[in-house]
């Protein structure tokens, strides 16, 4: 099954950027290819919050608050998930995760997903 494993996650000043990145292993390329992959957050006592999901065919869905701050993409040839987060807020401090599966619609919905990584934390100062 796909071992997923986040990073590029650490502490930026607000207005800052980071990209995470999300690399895949124990999985063939025509199954990588074939998997909705997401980004997701979480705060302490919070519900995970979805960010984006990309689709088989490249086309994403991305939650609204988050649209033209945050851009999902994904390097099939790589095996990496990459998340590139721009004007970053304080409210953006998170642990942040990525998730894989073939779930009917590729939306950011965690119920969807059964593949997780671990996380990397972003901390966002103001």
């Known amino acids: 099954q796909v071992q997923l494993q986040e990073s590029g996650g650490g502490s930026v000043q607000a207005g800052g950027s980071l990209r995470l990145s999300c690399a895949a292993s124990?999985?063939?390329?025509?199954?990588?290819?074939?998997?909705?992959l997401a980004w997701f957050r979480q705060v302490p006592g919070k519900e995970r919050e979805g960010i984006a999901a990309?689709?088989?065919?490249?086309?994403?869905r991305s939650t609204d608050s988050l649209k033209g701050r945050f851009t999902i993409s994904r390097d099939n040839a790589k095996y990496i998930l990459y998340l590139e987060m721009n004007n970053l807020k304080p409210e953006d401090t998170a642990m942040y995760y990525c998730a894989a599966d073939r779930p009917f619609h590729c939306n950011p919905q965690p119920k969807s997903f059964d593949y997780w990584g671990q996380g990397t934390q972003v901390t966002v100062a103001s």
């Open positions: 990309i689709d088989t065919d490249g086309s994403a």
């Open positions: 124990g999985i063939d390329l025509r199954d990588y290819r074939s998997l909705c």
